[in-house]
């Protein structure tokens, strides 16, 4: 099955932009619906971005016109370029992969989550 490794997170100022990645390796991204979800602590984790494989893309209102999800089928790697970040972006965010998509307020989809990359915004 899929592994998935984030990286790119750290501490921006508000305005800021980040550029996280999801490093694919066991299988090939291609065969997957591909999400990214965020958490903070004490609260449930929520998708905010969603990448179907005819590249279609489906967003959370909140991030809408400042996250944009892509994939690198070549890398096998899915990128979420974050611009005009706020504070209320700060949380771990992690990248998920399922064989089919029931829409971004439903995890029950996911069969492969990474560990995360922490996103503070201040």
């Known amino acids: 099955h899929v592994q998935l490794v984030e990286s790119g997170g750290g501490s921006v100022q508000t305005g800021g932009s980040l550029r996280l990645s999801c490093a694919a390796s066991?299988?090939?991204?291609?065969?997957?619906?591909m999400a990214w979800f965020r958490q903070v602590p004490g609260k449930e984790r929520e998708g905010v971005a969603y990448?179907?494989?005819?590249?279609?893309?489906l967003y959370a209102d909140s991030v809408k016109a400042r996250l944009t999800i892509s994939k690198d089928k070549p890398k096998n790697t899915l990128y979420l370029q974050m611009t005009t970040l706020k504070p209320e972006d700060t949380a771990m965010y992690v990248c998920?992969?399922?064989?089919?998509?029931?829409?971004?307020?439903?995890?029950?989809?996911?069969?492969?989550w990474g560990q995360g990359t922490q996103v503070t915004v201040s």
């Open positions: 066991g299988d090939t991204i291609g065969r997957y619906c």
């Open positions: 998920a992969a399922g064989p089919g998509f029931w829409g971004l307020r439903d995890k029950r989809w996911v069969e492969h």
């Open positions: 990448i179907q494989n005819d590249g279609r893309t």
